[in-house]
């Protein structure tokens, strides 16, 4: 996994409660990259998993609940490092169909190591939406607040209904529904 996304997560931790409870995290989790990571660089993902454990543990809050709430803040963190997946798109339907054929790919072209999730899209009409999440990584959570960080983003009305397809958090299925 990209360094970059461990680099959110720590100024997600360090933004929302402290700079001494993201380094309480970094030192308990006892992590192989002692929780120094580059944008560049590829680490396990279970670094990710160790550290958002050890700040349920510190918070209080629950684990699945710091992962939606990182995948939100995730998503406006995207939306500032990369305006120009935004460009000429004016909703949460058409960046999440941007995902895997243009997103993911240009990812791809930056990181050639980069293995994204694969994420499947059908627009139903204008207000539905049906999403297949799939990966290695246990991230159908990050992904479910990534897919409320574009409603917001947005400033939509969206309605998710979250499925979890096992109990691994590899594959998720998502229906979407635009409110007024």
């Given at each position: 996994?990209?360094?970059?996304?461990?680099?959110?997560?720590?100024?997600?931790?360090?933004?929302?409660?402290?700079?001494?409870?993201?380094?309480?995290?970094?030192?308990?989790?006892?992590?192989?990259?002692?929780?120094?990571?580059?944008?560049?660089?590829?680490?396990?993902?279970?670094?990710?998993?160790?550290?958002?454990?050890?700040?349920?543990?510190?918070?209080?809050?629950?684990?699945?609940?710091?992962?939606?709430?990182?995948?939100?803040?995730?998503?406006?963190?995207?939306s500032?490092?990369?305006?120009?997946?935004?460009a000429d798109?004016?909703?949460?339907?058409?960046?999440?169909?941007?995902?895997?054929?243009?997103?993911?790919?240009?990812?791809?072209?930056?990181y050639?190591?980069?293995?994204?999730?694969?994420?499947?899209?059908?627009?139903?009409?204008?207000?539905?939406?049906?999403?297949?999440?799939?990966?290695?990584?246990?991230?159908?959570?990050?992904?479910?607040?990534?897919?409320?960080?574009?409603?917001?983003?947005?400033?939509?009305?969206?309605?998710?209904?979250?499925?979890?397809?096992?109990?691994?958090?590899?594959?998720?299925?998502?229906?979407?529904?635009?409110?007024d």
């Amino acid at each position: 996994m990209k360094g970059i996304i461990f680099a959110e997560l720590i100024e997600m931790v360090e933004t929302r409660f402290s700079v001494e409870v993201a380094e309480q995290i970094i030192a308990a989790a006892q992590l192989p990259s002692g929780g120094s990571y580059t944008s560049l660089g590829t680490y396990s993902h279970h670094e990710v998993l160790q550290l958002v454990t050890e700040l349920s543990a510190v918070t209080g809050a629950h684990a699945n609940d710091l992962q939606l709430a990182f995948g939100e803040y995730l998503f406006g963190r995207f939306s500032e490092v990369h305006p120009e997946f935004f460009a000429d798109v004016s909703n949460s339907f058409e960046i999440l169909t941007k995902v895997q054929d243009y997103i993911h790919m240009e990812v791809q072209k930056l990181y050639p190591d980069a293995n994204p999730p694969t994420l499947s899209c059908t627009v139903v009409d204008e207000r539905q939406m049906q999403l297949h999440y799939q990966s290695h990584r246990p991230f159908a959570v990050l992904a479910h607040g990534l897919i409320i960080g574009a409603g917001k983003y947005f400033n939509e009305n969206l309605a998710i209904d979250f499925q979890p397809a096992n109990d691994s958090g590899t594959e998720a299925y998502f229906h979407l529904v635009l409110n007024d």
